[in-house]
C-alpha cells in the first residue's frame, strides 16, 4: 500500500511510525530504522544505489542530516553513506518501530 | 582466526603444488603473471599494493581519461610478476568514463593496457556485506581470484570474528586475510600468487542481478557464521562533533582557514629559500661566466626558469600531504557532507570545495587537488574556475597598487580602507569562481550529475607510507608534466625582454640601460602595438609590457615594471613613487589616474596570468583545449570587468 506525499522542500514533521505505509527514505525522521520495499530505477540512474546495497529486503537507518538539511548519513550492511535527498526519494521504505534508540554499526 | 599473528589462510579445492615446478632448473620458465588488483575505495587496497610492490611503481595515464595508472613489480619466487592496480570502484557497472577504465582494462578492451590474467580483490573486514556484493561481480567474470580480507585486525578490535576457511569455501576461491599496514599476511598472499594457475574457481558464478546477488551474499556469509564487528567507539565519539550540525560546520570553517593558512604561512620560508637560492645561482653563473649571451641565458633563462618550476614544490608538498592525511584518516568525506549542499547549488559536490580552497594558496596544487571529485565533469568545472581563487602571486600585485594609491585611513576600529580593498578583492575573486561554476555547469559542461553517494569509513590513523607514496606521486607527477612547460614558456619570455640587444646611449646608468633595452625589445614593440587595444581600460603601452610578461607569471609585473621605471627591484618605495608620478608626455596627464588603478587591479583579480597553471590544467584534462577555453574565457571576463570598471571610476573622479 503506498502513499504518496508532497514533493516539499523541507522534510515533514515525522509522522507517528505505521509499518503499513512506505514512505520515500528522504523523509524518515532521523534515528529511524527502515526496511527497504523498492528502488525507483528511474530516479536512481546507473543504479548505483542498488549497487551500493540499497536492495529490497535490505535494513536501513537514518543517522544523522547535514545542516541545512541535505545531504543525510544512513548506515545500511555495515557501512555508512552520505546520499542527497534527490537520490534517497527513489528509494521506498516501511519504517520498522520501536528500535530508535539503537544504532547500526 | 585463532592467534593474533596468524591471520589465517583459506583454501577450497585442490592445494596444488606451487613451488616445486618452479624450482626445477631443467623445467621451462613460467610465463609472466600479471595480476589486476581490484576492490572499493576504503578497502585497504592501496595500502597492500605498496606492501606488494614496496613503492617501485610506474605511475602513467590511461589514454583518454585523467584517472592514474598504476603498476608496480612483486617479488613472486621464481617468476617476473607485474600488479596493476586499478583504481578503487564499488561496482564493475560504469557511471562515467573514469568508472569505465576498470571494467575495460579487465575486457582487455584499453588500448595498449594488456588485461590481467588473475585478480586480487581487497574487501574490509569491517564491511563484508557490501564488499562481498563487488566480490560477487568480479567472480563472474570467469577469471582466477583470490579474495583478501584487509583490516582483520579491526574486526577483533570491534569484537567481531571471521573464519576464513570457511569463506574461502563458501565462496569457491581462496581467501587471504592481512593487516596491510603491518605487513601481516602479506607473505602468505605472495605465496599464493605464485601460482594462480592452481587457484580454485566458484562452481556457479554467483548471480549478476543485483538484488539475488544480495541475498547470495546473505547466504555466504549465514554459511561462514560472522560475527559482525561492533560500533567504532572513536568514530562513533568523533562524529558526535564533526556531524554535528553546529559544531560540525563551525570545526569545518576552521579546519579549511588552518587548512589554507598553513599552506600559506608553512610554504614561504621554504619558498624564500628558494627565492634565495636560485638568486644564488643566477649570481654565481653571472660572475662566473664571460657577460654576454650565455651567460644571461643561463641565469635569467634557464636557471629562473627552473627555479619557477622548483618553488612550487613546497606548496605542492604540504598542500597533498595535509590533503591525503585528512582524507586518509577519514575526515575529508566528512567535510565534504557538511558543505555539500552549498555546493550542490552550483552544481558540484562537497569535494569540490576543498580543491577550491586549496587554490587560495596557488590553483596549481589546487587544481591538482580536484582528483578527489569523481565526476568528470564537476572536476572539469572546479578545474576551470580554480584560477578565480585569489592565489599567493596576486598578492605583490595587490600590495603594489593598493599601497601606492589607496590612502591609508581606518574606515571602522582596526579595519583601514587598504585592508578592506584587499578583502574586497579576495572576495571578488572567490565569489566570481561559485558564480563562474554555476554558469559554466549550466552552459558548457551541462550533463548528468553522478549521484552524490559518499562512504563515510571509521576513522583510521593511515600508515606514513601510504602518505609518501601518495604525496610523493603527485609532487612527481607535477614535476614531470607541467614543470616542463613552465621551464619552456619562461625561456621564450626571457627571450621576447632580452632581443633585440639594444646598447643603451652613452652616459646611462645601469638601470636606464635596463629601461631602454626593454623598451626596444620584442616585449616592448608588442606593448607599443597592443596600446591601442588596451587604451579602452585606461592602460598604456609600459602597463601593456607588464601585463604581456605577467601572463607568464602574475607577480612578474612587479618585477617588469621596476625595470621599465628604472628602479632597483628590491626598493619598492621608489617604485611606489614611480607609479604615483608618471606622466604621460603627450597629454601630461597621470598615467596611473585612480580609474586605471582600479581597473588594472580588476583585471588582475580575473585574467589566468600564469604558464604554470595552463600547464597543470592540461596535465588533469588531457588536452589543451580546456586550458584555451579557460584563457580565453577569463580573459574576456578580465577585459569587460576592466572596461566597466574603468569607465564607472573614470565617471566618477573627473
Redesign the interface.
Known amino acids: 500500500m503506498a502513499t504518496t506525499l508532497p514533493a516539499s522542500a523541507e522534510p515533514p514533521e515525522p509522522a507517528p511510525v505505521s509499518t503499513e505505509e512506505t514512505r520515500p527514505l528522504s523523509e524518515l525522521p532521523v534515528g529511524a530504522h527502515a526496511l527497504i520495499v523498492r528502488v525507483d530505477a528511474a530516479a536512481d540512474p546507473g543504479g548505483r544505489l542498488e549497487e551500493l546495497g540499497f536492495l529490497p529486503g535490505t535494513r536501513v537507518q537514518l543517522l544523522r542530516r547535514a545542516p541545512l538539511g541535505d545531504p543525510a548519513v544512513y548506515a545500511l550492511r555495515g557501512t555508512r553513506f552520505c546520499v542527497r535527498r534527490a537520490e534517497a526519494r527513489a528509494v521506498q521504505v516501511r519504517a520498522l518501530p520501536g528500535e530508535a534508540g539503537e544504532t547500526a554499526p | 582466526m585463532s592467534e593474533e599473528a596468524d591471520p589465517g589462510i583459506g583454501w577450497a579445492g585442490d592445494a596444488s603444488e606451487s613451488g616445486g615446478f618452479a624450482s626445477a632448473a631443467a623445467a621451462p620458465p613460467l610465463p609472466p603473471l600479471r595480476f589486476g588488483l581490484l576492490g572499493g575505495p576504503n578497502s585497504g587496497k592501496t595500502t597492500l599494493f605498496n606492501a606488494l610492490t614496496g613503492l617501485r611503481a610506474k605511475v602513467a595515464n590511461y589514454p583518454g581519461v585523467t584517472v592514474e595508472r598504476r603498476e608496480g613489480r612483486v617479488r613472486v619466487a621464481g617468476r617476473q610478476a607485474v600488479v596493476l592496480d586499478l583504481p578503487g570502484t564499488?561496482?564493475l557497472?560504469p557511471?562515467s568514463a573514469d568508472e569505465a577504465v576498470v571494467s575495460r582494462v579487465l575486457a582487455g578492451d584499453l588500448a595498449g593496457v594488456a588485461a590481467p590474467g588473475a585478480l586480487v580483490v581487497t574487501a574490509d573486514a569491517?564491511?563484508?556485506?557490501?564488499g562481498l556484493?563487488f566480490v560477487g561481480q568480479v567472480l563472474r567474470l570467469g577469471k582466477p581470484t583470490c579474495l583478501v580480507v584487509t583490516m582483520v585486525d579491526e574486526l577483533r578490535a570491534?569484537g567481531g570474528a571471521l573464519d576464513l576457511a570457511r569463506l574461502s569455501d563458501a565462496l569457491g576461491i581462496p581467501v587471504v586475510g592481512v593487516v596491510g599496514h603491518r605487513g601481516l599476511g602479506v607473505d602468505r598472499l605472495l605465496a599464493l600468487l605464485e601460482h594462480p594457475e592452481g587457484w580454485s574457481l566458484p562452481a556457479i558464478p554467483p548471480p549478476a542481478e543485483?538484488?539475488e546477488r544480495?541475498?547470495w551474499v546473505d547466504s555466504v556469509l549465514e554459511r561462514v557464521q560472522l560475527r559482525?564487528?561492533?560500533?567504532?567507539r572513536v568514530t562513533?565519539a568523533v562524529d558526535r562533533v564533526v556531524?554535528h550540525?553546529?559544531a560540525?560546520?563551525l570545526l569545518f570553517g576552521a579546519v579549511m582557514v588552518l587548512f589554507f593558512q598553513l599552506i600559506f604561512a608553512w610554504a614561504a620560508p621554504a619558498m624564500d629559500a628558494i627565492d634565495a637560492a636560485i638568486a644564488a645561482i643566477s649570481g654565481w653563473i653571472e660572475r662566473s661566466l664571460p657577460p654576454g649571451l650565455l651567460a644571461d641565458f643561463l641565469a635569467d633563462g634557464v636557471v629562473a626558469g627552473v627555479g619557477s618550476v622548483v618553488i612550487f614544490l613546497p606548496q605542492i608538498v604540504l598542500l597533498f600531504t595535509l590533503l591525503y592525511l585528512l582524507e586518509d584518516v577519514g575526515y575529508m568525506?566528512r567535510a565534504?557532507?557538511?558543505v555539500?549542499?552549498?555546493m550542490?547549488r552550483i552544481g558540484l559536490e562537497g569535494r569540490a570545495f576543498v580543491a577550491l580552497l586549496s587554490s587560495y594558496a596557488c590553483a596549481v596544487p589546487g587544481i591538482m587537488a580536484t582528483r578527489t571529485v569523481p565526476s568528470p565533469r564537476q572536476r572539469l568545472v572546479t578545474i576551470l574556475v580554480a584560477p578565480l581563487m585569489t592565489c599567493s602571486a596576486r598578492l605583490p600585485v595587490y600590495a603594489l597598487f593598493i599601497a601606492a594609491f589607496v590612502p591609508a585611513v581606518q574606515v571602522w576600529g582596526p579595519l583601514g580602507l587598504q585592508g578592506l580593498t584587499l578583502l574586497g578583492l579576495y572576495l571578488l575573486g572567490g565569489l566570481t569562481a561559485l558564480v563562474a561554476a554555476a554558469l559554466l555547469r549550466r552552459l558548457v559542461v551541462a550533463g548528468?550529475t553522478?549521484?552524490?553517494?559518499?562512504?563515510?569509513?571509521p576513522y583510521r590513523l593511515p600508515p606514513p607510507k601510504l602518505v609518501l607514496g601518495q604525496v610523493w606521486g603527485a609532487a612527481s607527477a607535477f614535476l614531470r608534466r607541467a614543470g616542463t612547460i613552465i621551464l619552456a614558456v619562461s625561456i621564450v619570455l626571457w627571450f621576447l625582454l632580452s632581443f633585440p640587444r639594444t646598447p643603451a646611449p652613452a652616459g646611462a646608468s645601469e638601470a636606464e640601460a635596463a629601461r631602454h633595452a626593454l623598451e626596444h625589445s620584442i616585449a616592448g614593440r608588442i606593448g607599443h602595438a597592443v596600446e591601442p587595444a588596451i587604451a579602452p581600460l585606461g592602460f598604456d603601452w609600459k602597463i601593456g609590457v607588464g601585463l604581456l610578461a605577467s601572463l607568464a607569471a602574475r607577480e612578474v609585473i612587479v618585477a617588469t615594471l621596476a625595470q621599465i621605471y628604472a628602479t632597483a627591484e628590491d626598493d619598492p618605495i621608489s617604485l611606489r613613487e614611480a607609479i604615483r608620478r608618471d606622466r604621460d608626455p603627450r597629454s601630461g596627464e597621470l598615467v596611473f589616474q585612480p580609474a586605471t588603478v582600479a581597473a588594472l587591479l580588476v583585471f588582475f583579480v580575473f585574467a589566468l596570468q600564469c604558464a604554470s597553471t595552463l600547464a597543470v590544467m592540461r596535465r588533469e584534462t588531457n588536452s589543451w583545449r580546456w586550458p584555451a577555453f579557460a584563457f580565453g574565457y577569463l580573459l574576456a571576463l578580465a577585459y569587460g570587468a576592466s572596461f566597466v570598471t574603468y569607465r564607472i571610476v573614470h565617471a566618477f573622479t573627473t
Not at chain 2, 126 to 130: G, I, K, N
Not at chain 2, 450 to 457: A, D, R, S, T
Request: hydrophobic share 40%; charged share 20%; glycine share 6%.
Open positions: 564499488y561496482s557497472t557511471l569491517c564491511s563484508l556485506e557490501r556484493l570491534r543485483p538484488a544480495a541475498a559482525r564487528p561492533g560500533h567504532h562513533e556531524l550540525p553546529l560540525g560546520t568525506a565534504a557532507f557538511v555539500d549542499r552549498l550542490g548528468e553522478l549521484p552524490f553517494v559518499l562512504e563515510l569509513p
